[in-house]
């Protein structure tokens, strides 16, 4: 007599099923505590000469800009272009670490498409 396996699902099929369910629920847990360290974390960006420093938090939100007085000098198109450098500095920053965290927290999980 050969054995009903009901709709497909073996029991093998039963325990791929329930790992990626852990898998799932351990990839939300991690991203919730990865949403608040970035949130909590500082990324300094700044211009090549040092004189305009633009700090994100991991979110890419802004939480101050640092300009030295002799940026002012050169006058305000300079320091536009200084203010400019230093926010595209922090952004590279911040995307590089979020990138890179995102890779921690998926690493070893096997799930496609992460």
């Known amino acids: 007599m050969s054995q009903k396996q009901g ?3 073996g029991l093998g099929k ?3 099923l329930a790992e990626a ?4 629920q351990q990839v939300q847990e991690g991203a ?3 949403q608040e360290e970035l949130e909590q974390m500082e990324i300094e960006g700044q211009s090549e000469d ?3 420093k633009v700090v994100l ?3 890419q939100e802004p939480q101050r800009v640092e300009i030295s007085p002799d940026a002012l000098a050169g006058g305000a ?3 536009s272009a ?3 450098a230093a926010m595209k500095d922090a952004y590279e920053k911040s995307t590089a670490t979020m990138r890179s965290r995102m890779e921690e927290l998926t690493s070893g999980l096997d799930i496609p498409g992460l």
């Open 14 to 16: 039963m325990k791929e």
């Open 21 to 24: 369910f852990k898998k799932a």
């Open 32 to 34: 919730k505590r990865l």
């Open 82 to 84: 200084t203010v400019t």
């Open 57 to 59: 938090n991991g979110n």
């Open 77 to 79: 198109e300079a320091l």
């Open 7 to 9: 709709f497909g699902f």
């Open 50 to 52: 040092g004189l305009v």
